[in-house]
T-cell receptor, first 115, second 111 residues
């Protein structure tokens, strides 16, 4: 299994531009999570999906952030417009056991720099 | 409400010495507990987990953790530190469909 795949691995963009991060979960996993990691705030859960349906988006910082999961093998996290404070590493993770029993498998992350 | 507290954001040990990383949790229901490790420029990977059964859990790379309900703790230990253990370690707790990570502990191994 290739594991969780994220693209791009690095993204540098200018303030105001739209940024789209992509994630392919492990086949058969029915939970997908988006996290953001910064030195100041640590690891933050932004949103998670179960069977392609958003379950909890309370961690999404503001309306500039949106996430979709059109099918079981693909998810996007979009930031529009981007701001310098959005600079962080964004991780996608997937899991296949409900009720929190299953571990999460993390992708390698996308390092976003907004100038 | 659930939460995870990792005591000590930075821990330094000598190579060959005992590693002890502390984790305490609060949970209104029996939790599932996890330790993850993050090496530089990589995602998190699972070290070990406790769901049910034996309270002493063994993981990869010689790490183990013990679930102590009375102390609401799940401390991570390794008898002898290796240089390759230098990384960030995260404790996590889940219950139902809620999943919480601690703030992480950075482990430095001194040669």
């Amino acid at each position: 299994d290739a594991g969780v795949i994220q693209s791009p691995r690095h993204e540098v963009t200018e303030m105001g531009q739209e940024v789209t991060l992509r994630c392919k979960p492990i086949s058969g996993h029915d939970y997908l999570f988006w996290y953001r990691q910064t030195m100041m705030r640590g690891l933050e859960l932004l949103i998670y999906f179960n069977n392609n349906v958003p379950i909890d988006d309370s961690g999404m910082p503001e309306d500039r952030f949106s996430a979709k999961m059109p099918n079981a093998s693909f998810s996007t996290l979009k930031i529009q417009p981007s701001e310098p404070r959005d600079s962080a590493v964004y991780f996608c993770a997937s899991s296949n056991l409900a009720g929190g029993r299953g571990e999460q498998y993390f992708g390698p992350g996308t390092r976003l720099t907004v100038t | 409400a659930q939460s995870v507290t990792q005591l000590g954001s930075h821990v330094s040990v000598s190579e060959g010495a005992l590693v002890l990383l502390r984790c305490n949790y609060s949970s209104s229901v029996p939790p599932y507990l996890f330790w993850y490790v993050q090496y530089p420029n990589q995602g998190l990977q699972l070290l070990l987990k406790y769901t049910t059964g034996a309270t002493l859990v063994k993981g990869i790379n010689g790490f183990e953790a013990e679930f102590k309900k009375s102390e609401t703790s799940f401390h991570l230990t390794k008898p002898s530190a290796h240089m390759s253990d230098a990384a960030e370690y995260f404790c996590a707790v889940s219950s139902g469909n809620q999943f919480y990570f601690g703030t992480g502990t950075s482990l430095t191994v001194i040669p």
